[in-house]
């Protein structure tokens, strides 16, 4: 029988932390361990931790901050499992998710899986909001959703399984604040492991609570694309251009409507689009209309992280930044 070790970072998240135990408390199939990193939290979660020690086979562990990916590793290290499987903090985990995975393993060699992630019906209008903009095929392309790629899948790390061996080979995660699940995923793939999406292995993901947040989240993750292409030469790919294209095509469509208001035309067809494709989805006029804004947000953030990166990286050849590195959690 195939054994899980469950790897959750955390930091200065107690009331995440308890919900997400909670739900891993009504696996259909619990053989597991669950491995907790407090990664140098000032408000810790050992109360939260202490409250399943009799129902979750559960350890605590505590380290100097150093963010998620190098947190993982540490966590990793003490695993004993065939499989380490890690989630974010902020995510709750549906109940039959290790059934779900174990079947794919048993009916499949994986070296590497992942799986997508959806919204909560209790979570926030503008948590529905950023799930929609980060999972529609309007603005990702449905990957972050369920839909397969052309290209080989690239687990993230919110949801993500590798076998002791991946481990052993790779190291684990590098020292990137954002983009080291992609970094992982890509040197994984590299060593000769296979990855897969388990569609049906979704986690419900909170995400921010503000779109403030979101923005810095995502901002961040266009840096990390570039910071990625220094690293992984082959991973920068046409569609990553995107969202800095609709960036900078927005800027210049603003500029030209301070001569004609039809310049702004294309905005209202986005508008219409997502605000109905959000209405199919989520059936609530007021998340369709703050997944307007979410969408856009999304858009606009990524694209600027990614043009500022690729001209300060690319264009003038400086060293790997961050731009809000002390903000990560936040």
């Known amino acids: 029988m195939l054994f899980f070790s469950v790897v959750i970072p955390v930091y200065n998240r107690p009331y995440e932390i308890d919900e997400l135990l909670e739900s891993l408390t009504k696996q259909t199939f619990s053989v597991f361990e669950i491995i907790v990193v407090e990664d140098g939290s000032q408000r810790t979660c050992r109360d939260e931790v202490n409250k399943y020690i009799e129902s979750l086979n559960i350890q605590y562990l505590v380290k100097d901050n150093s963010g998620p990916g190098l947190s993982r590793n540490y966590g990793a290290k003490y695993a004993k499992g065939d499989y380490i499987v890690f989630f974010d903090s902020d995510c709750i985990i549906p109940e039959k998710y ?20 959806m919204a909560h019906n209790n979570f926030t209008p503008i948590q529905k909001a950023i799930s929609y903009s980060m999972t529609s095929t309007l603005t990702t392309g449905g990957i972050r959703g369920g839909k397969e790629r052309v290209d080989k899948f690239h687990p993230r790390s919110f949801n993500m399984g590798f076998s002791q061996e991946v481990f052993r080979h790779t190291g684990g995660f590098s020292e990137m604040r954002f983009g080291e699940d992609v970094d992982m995923s890509l040197r994984i793939i590299k060593a000769g492991f296979n990855t897969k999406l388990i569609s049906q292995a979704a986690v419900y993901h909170k995400r921010r609570t503000n779109f403030k947040q979101f923005f810095k989240q995502v901002y961040n993750s266009g840096i990390a694309r570039i910071n990625l292409y220094k690293r992984h030469p082959k991973s920068l790919k046409l569609v990553h251009f995107l969202p800095a294209i609709f960036f900078e095509g927005s800027i ?6 301070l001569f004609s208001l039809w310049f702004l035309s294309p905005f209202l067809v986005l ?21 307007v804004i979410a969408s856009f947000i999304q858009l606009w953030a990524y694209g600027s992280g990614f043009s500022v990166a690729f001209y300060k990286r690319i264009l003038l050849k400086k060293g790997e930044f961050k731009a809000f590195a002390n903000s990560f959690y936040q």
Request: no cysteine; aromatic share 10%; charged share 25%.
């Open 98 to 117: 290790f059934e779900v995975v174990l079947n794919e393993l048993k009916s499949e060699k994986i070296d590497a899986y992942g799986g997508p992630d």
């Open 252 to 257: 210049v469509l603003i500029l030209l409507s």
């Open 271 to 291: 508008i219409l689009l997502f605000f109905i494709d959000a209405l199919r989805k989520t059936k609530s006029i007021k998340i369709s209309f703050l997944s």
